[in-house]
């Protein structure tokens, strides 16, 4: 049985999800905070061009090994 939520806790702006809007523009060559943060003590890979979570990580290095491999930025 699927399990469907009619009003999500989180709050929508245009039916997009603000989790998926974050990150937007995050990388500091664009003048942004960095696409690598902390939240809620879950580290997290922003997705620059789209916005929304790229990958979750297990700590700050982690996800700059990750950025490291070749290849990871093409889509």
């Known amino acids: 049985m699927a399990f469907y939520m009619k009003h999500s806790p989180v ?8 989790l ?12 942004g905070d960095g696409c ?8 997290l ?3 620059n061009k ?4 790229f990958r979750k990580c ?4 982690d996800c700059d090994s990750i950025l490291r491999v070749p290849g990871v930025h093409k889509g």
């Open 20 to 31: 998926n809007q974050r990150g937007k523009g995050c990388a500091k060559s664009e003048g």
């Open 58 to 61: 297990s700590s700050k290095a």
């Open 45 to 47: 890979i922003w997705n």
């Open 11 to 18: 709050s929508q702006v245009g039916g997009v999800s603000p």
């Open 36 to 43: 690598v943060q902390n939240v809620n003590g879950q580290w």
């Open 50 to 53: 789209h916005g929304g979570v």
